[in-house]
């Protein structure tokens, strides 16, 4: 069975920084893409960042573009996601996802984790 845990999410005031971390079990992670998504209180749910199996492409929402940096360590089973300079509106639960390829489309992930809760305050 495939897990998906996520760690790392806080308070943290804006301008700050927070390092996720999702660690998977149940499948061999070096065969998959990973993506994380969020969702903010009273919103859907959305793209964030994705990377491919070996790490090589990486994808962004453009509301996050050069604050946030994903990448894995495929030796540890884990994705991570950086988050620098956070702003209030980063305020959301966070969700790392799996596929076999990456993408930037929530419904064609098949795996997801139970989110980690991130707070921006001002």
């Known amino acids: 069975q495939v897990q998906l845990v996520e760690s790392g999410g806080g308070l943290v005031q804006a301008g700050g920084s927070l390092r996720l971390s999702c660690q998977s079990s149940?499948?061999?992670?070096?065969?998959?893409?990973m993506g994380w998504f969020r969702q903010a209180p009273g919103k859907e749910r959305d793209f964030v960042a994705a990377?491919?199996?070996?790490?090589?492409?990486?994808r962004y929402a453009d509301s996050v573009e050069g604050r946030f940096t994903i990448s894995r360590d495929n030796a540890k089973n884990a994705v991570y996601l950086q988050l620098n300079s956070l702003k209030p509106e980063d305020t959301a639960v966070y969700y790392c996802a799996s596929r076999r390829w990456i993408s930037t489309m929530e419904g064609e992930y098949d795996y997801w984790g139970q989110g980690t809760q991130v707070t921006v305050s001002s």
């Open positions: 149940g499948r061999t992670f070096s065969n998959w893409a």
């Open positions: 990377i491919s199996w070996n790490g090589v492409r990486t």
